[in-house]
Nanobody, 122 residues
Framework: QVQLVESGGGLVQAGGSLRLSCTASGHFLKDYLLAWFRQAPGKERQLVAAINIESMTYYADSVKGRFTVSRDNAKNMVALQMSSLKPEDTAVYYC????????????????WGQGTQVTVSS
């Protein structure tokens, strides 16, 4: 069993930056594909970024060039650096982990954090 805990969310003005972190306990993350999803009110959960065990990364088109996902296996954590934030980035952000599967599909992920709110004001 893997427990994931996100931190780093908050309120920021448009154009600002935030760094989200997700720390795992119960298992080592080095064998897992890790991802960040987000869900805005009334919308489906969508992939923001993912990073596989070889540190290959995937990004939603809407965040390319603005967000960077990284992992630190020694610290058992995954991070999401968010820059040039826009009001449409406002959502609850979740980290997730899976062993194998399509990194783009939320249902492929087995473990989820509780989420952290990111609010971007205009």
């Amino acid at each position: 069993q893997v427990q994931l805990v996100e931190s780093g969310g908050g309120l920021v003005q448009a154009g600002g930056s935030l760094r989200l972190s997700c720390t795992a306990s119960g298992h080592f993350l080095k064998d897992y594909l890790l991802a960040w999803f987000r869900q805005a009110p009334g919308k489906e959960r969508q992939l923001v970024a993912a990073i596989n065990i070889e540190s290959m990364t995937y990004y939603a088109d809407s965040v390319k060039g603005r967000f960077t996902v990284s992992r630190d296996n020694a610290k058992n954590m995954v991070a999401l650096q968010m820059s040039s934030l826009k009001p449409e980035d406002t959502a609850v952000y979740y980290c997730a982990a899976q062993r194998t599967g399509n990194p783009m599909i939320a249902s492929e992920y087995v473990y989820w954090g509780q989420g952290t709110q990111v609010t971007v004001s205009s």
